[in-house]
T-cell receptor, first 115, second 110 residues
Framework: DVKVTQSSRYLVKRTGEKVFLECVQD?????MFWYRQDPGLGLRLIYF???????EKGDIPEGYSVSREKKERFSLILESASTNQTSMYLC??????????????FGPGTRLTVL | AQRVTQPEKLLSVFKGAPVELKCNYS??????LFWYVQYSRQRLQLLLR??SRESIKGFTADLNKGETSFHLKKPFAQEEDSAMYYC????????????FGQGTILTVHP
C-alpha cells in the first residue's frame, strides 16, 4: 500500500512566522505535489517536483517555496506566513508512466491556521 | 490553459434515487479525466478514470468529447456515497499534474 504521510495534522502559527510542512512517501515515486484545498475553490496546485532538486511552479506559487533534497521527501515552506494562507494543505505523490502507474496518492492533509 | 468546472457545490438526494455529478472541462488536446472522492475524515482517493471505462462502487462516468463533459453517475445512491467529489483533468506531458474542479458535496439522505 502506498503511504504518503504529512508531518502534522493541525498547525497554528502567527503572522510572519516561517512555516515548514513536510511530506514523505514510501513508494519511490518520482513526482510529488503540494495542493491547498479551500471550500468552493477545490484543490489548487502550489508546486510540484518531478525529481530530486527539481521543482516547478503550479497555479498559485506566490508566498510559497519548496525543497526536495531526497526522493521520498518534499517540503513546503511559507517564508512569512499570512492569514490568507490559512488552509488545508495536501501532499500527493505519483509514479511516472501511463495508466495506473501515474495515479496520485494523497496524504491526510495538514490544516494550517495563521493567526 | 486547462480548466475543470463542477457547477454544483452541493447536491442532495434520497437513498435509492439516481445521482449525477456534473463535470465540464476545457482543454485543447486529448485529456485524461478522473473522479476523486473524499469521505469524511479520510484522505482523498481516486474513484475512477475515464480510460479504465469501469464501474467503481456502482459509479460510472463517460467522457463526452463533443460536450467536453465527464459526468459521474450512479443509478441508486446509498448513504455511504455521501462525500466530497472532485473531477480532475490531466493534460499531455505534464509530469502527472492534475487540474481539479471546485468539488461537489454529495449528501444522500436516508
Amino acid at each position: 500500500d502506498v503511504k504518503v504521510t504529512q508531518s502534522s495534522r493541525y498547525l497554528v502559527k502567527r503572522t510572519g512566522e516561517k512555516v515548514f510542512l513536510e511530506c514523505v512517501q514510501d513508494m519511490d515515486h518520482e513526482n510529488m505535489f503540494w495542493y491547498r484545498q479551500d471550500p468552493g475553490l477545490g484543490l489548487r496546485l502550489i508546486y510540484f517536483s518531478y525529481d530530486v532538486k527539481m521543482k516547478e511552479k503550479g497555479d498559485i506559487p506566490e508566498g510559497y517555496s519548496v525543497s526536495r533534497e531526497k526522493k521520498e521527501r518534499f517540503s513546503l515552506i511559507l517564508e512569512s506566513a499570512s492569514t490568507n494562507q490559512t488552509s488545508m494543505y495536501l501532499c500527493a505523490s505519483s509514479g511516472s508512466g501511463t495508466g495506473s502507474l501515474n495515479e496520485q496518492f494523497f496524504g491526510p492533509g495538514t490544516r494550517l491556521t495563521v493567526l | 490553459a486547462q480548466r475543470v468546472t463542477q457547477p454544483e457545490k452541493l447536491l442532495s438526494v434520497f437513498k435509492g434515487a439516481p445521482v449525477e455529478l456534473k463535470c465540464n472541462y476545457s482543454y485543447s488536446g486529448s485529456p485524461e479525466l478522473f473522479w476523486y472522492v473524499q469521505y469524511s475524515r479520510q484522505r482523498l482517493q481516486l474513484l475512477l478514470r475515464h480510460i479504465s471505462r469501469e464501474s467503481i462502487k456502482g459509479f460510472t462516468a463517460d467522457l463526452n468529447k463533443g460536450e467536453t463533459s465527464f459526468h459521474l453517475k450512479k443509478p441508486f445512491a446509498q448513504e455511504e456515497d455521501s462525500a466530497m467529489y472532485y473531477c480532475a483533468l490531466r493534460g499531455g506531458t505534464s509530469y502527472g499534474k492534475l487540474t481539479f474542479g471546485q468539488g461537489t458535496i454529495l449528501t444522500v439522505h436516508p
